[in-house]
């Protein structure tokens, strides 16, 4: 969350902290998955994955419970993140979209789930997961 300008003109950032969470992380690129690795560790939670597509995300699920996951909507091989979501609401695991296309290219069934277009920030990660984990 941005709380606002601090005492030097810059920004107060707060980091939502996720202390023991169980976060599925689902990102194919290895640079972006690391980076959101590192910011879900860095906030207390214990990711799940990552993984690169949907068999291996659902095989982490088969392992270990999740808290809410991120989907990386679009896979390599043609590989729908879309398939996984569904999969994902059916279970009632709480999830978050990324995608750097636009949001209103996201399908009608997954309109009302949160987006988080790419690139993204660590506090909008957080901030984000946060937000749909609340009363999980």
């Known amino acids: 969350r941005y709380i606002g300008a601090d005492a030097g ?58 808290d809410a996951a991120l989907v990386d909507v679009r896979l390599r091989g043609g590989e729908s993140g879309y398939d996984l979501a569904d999969q994902l609401a059916q279970r009632g695991i709480p999830f978050v979209l990324a995608t750097g296309m636009q949001v209103g290219d996201v399908p009608p069934r997954h309109r009302a789930r949160p987006v988080l277009p790419k690139p993204y920030t660590a506090p909008q990660l957080l901030s984000a997961l946060g937000a749909v984990m609340k009363g999980v």
Request: aromatic share 4%.
């Open 9 to 66: 003109g810059g920004f107060a950032v707060e980091l939502v902290k996720l202390p023991g969470r169980r976060i599925l992380l689902v990102e194919d690129e290895p640079l972006i998955a690391m980076f959101a690795e590192m910011a879900l560790e860095d906030a207390g939670a214990v990711v799940v994955g990552p993984a690169a597509n949907v068999a291996s995300a659902l095989a982490a699920l088969d392992g270990q419970a999740a």
